[in-house]
């Protein structure tokens, strides 16, 4: 069966629940007390999706502002966005639309982008109508979904709604020139390693470098896979 891998990165204020998303798309597993990511993470998942594979390749950004220049080097290539705004902080929601503008901008020409409203079990005390979040969602061509990483609602359908994008089903792939087989291993990495990763992110297929784990407390605890990055 064909693989096709989508790069796809997620974006967002700190807190919003993006490594949250992550972990229980890739694990099925909620951490209550998962660590604010520090630079970027990253995991892998392959889904069945009608006669082929899609292996998501998915880096999970820091949300703090300090972080906020290293964003590019993430979104560079991908095939989709997921721009994560938490339903009960209106300010999560007005960052959002400055992610938009932002890859507007200087994203790929062709990524496809998915709000997602995430923690809708808090409903009760809800900032950002579902309506007003759809609304914007449909002004850009974007997909929108609310979800709770909690009570894991609508995280397999996040994903699901990017493989069947039409862009992806007509045939589109980031990263189609590089071998479904040259596995990228990477969990973490501190800021310190940023230069050197940003070397590679540029070689040509076949470099190869080691990056140590730094321990992010869903890959790193509940399986998640570390060491040789092959790119």
């Known amino acids: 069966m064909a ?7 997620l974006l967002g204020d700190t807190g919003v629940g993006k490594s949250s998303i992550v972990c229980r798309f890739v694990q ?14 990253f995991l892998t998942k392959t889904v069945p999706c009608g006669h082929e594979l899609h292996k998501f390749l998915i ?7 300090r972080f906020h220049s290293l964003a590019p080097m993430y979104y560079r290539g991908s ?56 609304e914007f969602a449909e002004s850009i061509a974007a997909i929108f979904i609310e979800t709770s990483a909690r009570n894991a609602v609508n995280i397999e359908e996040l994903f699901q709604k990017i493989s069947t994008f039409p862009v992806f089903t007509l ?6 020139a590089r071998s479904v087989h040259q596995e990228v291993l990477l969990v973490q990495y501190r800021p310190c390693l940023v230069g050197v990763l940003h070397w590679a992110l540029q070689s040509p297929p076949g470099q ?7 321990s992010h407390s869903c890959s790193s605890q509940h399986g998640g896979d570390t060491g040789q990055m092959q790119l």
């Open 171 to 176: 045939g589109y792939c980031s990263w189609s």
């Open 208 to 214: 190869h470098m080691l990056v140590q784990n730094q």
């Open 59 to 65: 880096w999970d950004t820091a949300g703090q502002e």
């Open 79 to 134: 095939a989709a966005a997921v721009i994560v705004y938490d339903i009960t902080k209106l300010d999560s929601f007005q960052t959002l639309k400055k992610w938009v503008k932002e890859l507007k901008e200087h994203g790929p020409e062709d990524i496809v982008v998915a709000i997602a409203g995430n923690k809708n079990d808090l409903g009760d005390i809800r900032e950002v109508p579902m309506k007003e979040a759809k």
């Open 28 to 41: 099925d597993h909620f951490d209550h007390n998962i660590s604010p990511t520090i630079g970027a993470s």
């Open 3 to 9: 693989i096709r891998e989508l790069k796809v990165c």
